[in-house]
Nanobody
Framework: VQLQASGGGLVQPGGSLKLSCAGS????????VGWFRQAPGKERERVSC????????YSADSVKGRFTISRDVAKNTVYLQMNSLKPEDTAVYYC??????????????????WGQGTLVTVSS
């Protein structure tokens, strides 16, 4: 599978953005798909993840209640709806896939395929 992340941009604090992770070459249905972010000078962190087997969603505490991950099988795309954005959400956002059963709660190392990243800047 190949991944194309898009939807980033500049938004004011309190605003919203919707990121897309489009898959090609293979269906994303059989993969757990995670969204990650990396801010300058910081380690990459997992933001949200949707499990392959049952579409159960996981989110980091820092984004719970604000970010929602979803999957559109027909469009072979996973989305990250981001609401109530804060300046600390500024980062490059990446999507990645894994076939590991515990991908959404385990190490990032089990994510084998990564998209190219899309920049989200939250600033007034």
């Amino acid at each position: 599978v190949q991944l194309q992340a898009s939807g980033g941009g500049l938004v004011q604090p309190g605003g919203s953005l919707k990121l897309s992770c489009a898959g090609s070459g293979s269906s994303l249905r059989g993969y757990s798909v995670g969204w990650f972010r990396q801010a300058p000078g910081k380690e990459r962190e997992r933001v949200s993840c949707i499990r392959a087997s049952n579409n159960m969603a996981y989110s980091a505490d820092s984004v719970k209640g604000r970010f929602t991950i979803s999957r559109d099988v027909a469009k072979n795309t996973v989305y990250l709806q981001m609401n109530s954005l804060k300046p600390e959400d500024t980062a490059v956002y990446y999507c990645a896939t894994s076939r590991h059963i515990y991908a959404c709660s385990g190490s990032q190392d089990v994510f084998a395929t990564w998209g190219q990243g899309t920049l989200v800047t939250v600033s007034s």
